[in-house]
């Protein structure tokens, strides 16, 4: 057995052992065994005896771990061997997926029924340490791959690795919902899990949960719709981290138990004070007694182990409690056979400040034929449409060929691998004549598809690519890096013991455009921190050897430093939070964190650089460019139009970002050896593409250090020219990367015309 089985046997404050079917045990805690070496239980890998004495406890163990069975309820045995009274022996069903199931054995000593508060707090607090033992044991490995995933989406890819380095970010952030799901179950048991109130987009909620599971409904062939209606609040009061794991929890079932179908997530609401969230599927459906077992923690429909699909039964319960949290309540209907529909009812309410609607909307005077499969995707595609504001007409693939009065434009769903498709698409864009609109809802991926005309789109949809496809505009590509704006510069102590986290999280502050200096313990940091380097913030890992991150903050604060200091921790323990404020830090970052994440925790604390005074004019220059404008993107469309290319100007600006830090070393090198024509010729070349890929600011400041370097300007004008380079450098690269980012999942439109 392994460490986890171990932490939890010791966790527990009685005997207690983890067996196998046979009564073999295979770990027990320090408490099984008494302190004189003798006990009335054998030893690791040895086997429970069948019979033990006249205690019926012993006498009828055997037989009921034999007998215990996944869907059993934990067996309670009579235990009259304290001499302190009667107590108790348990046996409960311990989930494998190692083949044979596990059983936990644990006796309670005569008068635990009745338990002392003490006893109860420390069982608590057990099962507290417990957790977060687990989850920092998870989240340690886990950080390191976050992290370096993030690092590689943040790189230049070519599609097809594109998508494998997405399957790992999202693989990876599974194994940390699932750590974060574990944790908050536990801390909504013990009541320490608080509910917040804040301004919740529900839309975008809905989208970050349908987004991720792309793939999986895709392989599968399903329907993914999620909006809400055109009537609901653009913002709602609520926890949309909470929130979000309801969803994540209840529409993940969905999808992973359907098929084939359809999974249509809702929201509208239900009365006055009352939201309700409808997820129905086309799946298997579940049965009567199944309804009443599958919101109970650790509990799968079918929990055999040959059972098809994977899960630790943990989502329901949690989504379960989270929604009585949230002063709410979840439902399920269902039939086998006939799909499932979970009801979410929550009391919201509409925040008081609304973001702006656009005016006029997108889809403004469009009327438009919606033919979906079922009554629930019909409502969905016509609410995605009115909340765009399009006036959808609900219809059948036959009246559309019969032609709707007053709709050029049909939204209809089918599968672009089907070779019928074909037919049916042909037999569309005929009935809808030259000027009509069609536009398939593909369930499959269209890239792999058959059917290239009419335009192809595929689920789930979201609003931007809905609208962006149904007028014609122009979608980016996959395989662009995944960018973060850089910060304003400036440099940060990493104290981290983890060489392998130290080396992805120093490459991750870089690639934000921030110098970083990286210790392995908190002595270190301290004797770093009390140096003469300056630093404008700090990253301090919790649990360091020699010196922890809390000591080294402690003895840094004595010493009269102020430097901010960010706490870095894999632990979840209660009063984490709490330690770091009183040992003098300023915040704390639970690992593992994701490059945004890490942009957004130290853009507090990393200003830009102050005020340079403008330089003189020169006589055979123009000014410097103080800041860099955007690079003309009309430029990058005419290219595009020009060429009939688009990969290729992507695949041109590629590389033009990709040399564009050797550029500018080059210029850096020529300016401190003063080599005049090294800087003017590097100039030149960046001049050159900078201005064919429309980065005009760019350009120009090229041109102004060619210009004065063919003259033999002097090293300080020199300076202040390259500095002009650097300055328009940075806006270059954020519009570019914004190009080549722009609609990641453009790539799922491609058919349009």
């Known amino acids: 057995m392994g460490f986890a089985a171990r932490t939890l046997v010791e966790a527990i404050p009685g005997p207690a052992a983890i067996v196998d079917p046979d009564g073999r045990v295979l770990v027990a805690n320090g408490r099984w065994t ?57 046996v409960t069903h311990l989930e494998s ?347 499959t991926d269209p890239r792999t598809g058959i059917v290239r005309k009419p335009g192809v789109l595929t689920a789930p949809l979201v609003v931007g690519r809905l609208v962006a496809a149904l007028n014609l505009e122009r979608t980016g590509v996959r395989g662009a890096p995944i960018t973060v704006p850089p910060l304003a510069g400036g440099r940060v102590l990493l104290a981290e013991d983890n060489d392998v986290n130290r080396t992805v999280f120093r490459r991750m502050i870089q690639l934000l455009g921030v110098e970083c200096d990286g210790v392995p313990d908190g002595s270190a940091a301290v004797d770093a921190l009390l140096g003469d380097t300056p630093y404008d913030v700090v990253l301090m890992d919790l649990q360091m050897p020699r010196t922890d991150g809390l000591e080294a903050t402690r003895r840094v604060r004595a010493a009269g430093c102020t430097i901010p200091i960010l706490a870095l921790t894999a632990t979840a323990l209660h009063g984490d939070r709490e330690r770091c404020l009183e040992a003098g830090m300023d915040g704390h970052l639970s690992k593992p964190i994701t490059l945004p994440e890490l942009r957004a925790a130290l853009e507090p604390y990393l200003s830009g650089p102050p005020d340079e005074p403008e330089p003189e004019p020169q006589p055979d220059a123009e000014p410097a460019a103080a800041d860099a404008d955007a690079p003309d993107l009309s430029k990058l469309r005419d290219l595009e139009e020009q060429l009939e290319d688009r990969a290729l100007v992507v695949t041109t600006v590629n590389t033009f970002l990709s040399q564009l830090d050797g550029r500018r070393s080059a210029l850096a090198d020529a300016l401190r050896r003063l080599d005049h024509d090294a800087l003017r010729k590097t100039a030149h070349t960046l001049k050159s593409s900078s201005a064919l890929l429309g980065a005009g600011s760019l350009a120009e400041a090229c041109a102004q250090v060619e210009r004065n370097a063919t003259a033999g300007a002097s090293e300080q004008d020199l300076t202040d020219l390259v500095a002009g380079v650097e300055n328009a450098v940075a806006g270059a690269v954020r519009v570019m990367a914004g190009y080549l980012a722009a609609d990641e999942e453009g790539a799922d439109s491609a058919g349009q015309r």
């Open 34 to 90: 008494r302190p004189d070496g003798g006990s009335a239980y054998p030893a690791e890998g040895a086997v429970l005896a069948a019979s033990g004495g006249t205690c019926p406890g012993h006498q009828h163990l055997l037989s009921a771990v034999r007998d215990m069975t996944p869907q059993a309820p934990p067996t309670v045995l009579p235990c009259r061997c304290d001499a302190d009274g009667e107590g108790t022996v348990r």
């Open 97 to 443: 997926d190692c083949g044979s199931h596990r059983r936990l054995v644990t006796v309670e000593p005569a008068g635990a029924a009745a338990g002392t508060a003490t006893d109860a707090d420390a069982a608590a607090q057990a099962k507290s340490q417990f957790l977060a033992l687990l989850g920092h044991e998870i989240r340690t490995p886990v950080t390191t791959v976050v992290a370096t995933v993030d690092l590689l989406r943040a790189q230049q890819l070519p599609q097809d690795v594109r998508e494998i380095v997405d399957s790992v970010h999202r693989s990876v952030h599974s194994l940390k919902a699932l750590t974060d799901d574990m944790l908050d179950l536990a801390r909504l048991e013990t009541g320490s899990l608080h509910v917040e109130r804040k301004p919740v987009v529900l839309r975008r909620v809905f989208e970050g949960i349908v987004e991720p599971l792309q793939q999986q409904s895709r392989r599968k062939g399903l329907l993914l719709l999620a909006t809400p209606a055109p009537d609901f609040p653009a913002a709602v009061l609520g926890d949309i981290d909470r929130l979000r794991q309801v969803l994540t929890c209840v529409v993940g079932n969905a999808v992973k138990f359907t098929e084939s179908g359809e999974v249509v997530v809702t929201a509208e609401r239900d009365g006055d004070d009352t939201y309700l969230i409808t997820v129905s599927d086309t799946g298997p459906g579940i049965s009567e007694a199944d309804r009443q077992r599958i919101f109970a923690p650790f509990v799968q429909a079918d929990s055999s182990a040959a059972r098809r699909h994977e899960g630790a039964g943990l989502g329901l319960a949690l989504a379960t409690r989270l929604v009585e949290c949230m002063g709410g309540t979840i439902d399920v209907q269902s039939e086998p056979g006939e799909g499932s529909q979970f009801f979410i009812r929550l009391p919201l309410e509409a925040a008081a400040q609304q973001p702006p609607a656009a005016t006029p909307p997108p889809l403004a005077r469009r009327r438009i034929a919606v033919v979906a499969p079922t009554p629930r995707s019909t409502l969905a595609m016509s609410w995605l449409l009115q909340g765009a504001g399009a006036e959808p007409v609900p219809a059948r693939f036959d009246d559309v060929l019969q032609r709707v009065p007053d709709v050029d434009t049909v939204l209809w769903c089918d599968d672009s691998h089907d070779p019928e498709a074909i037919r049916r698409a042909d037999a569309m864009t005929e009935a809808l004549g030259p000027k009509g609109r069609t536009l398939m809802i593909s369930a």
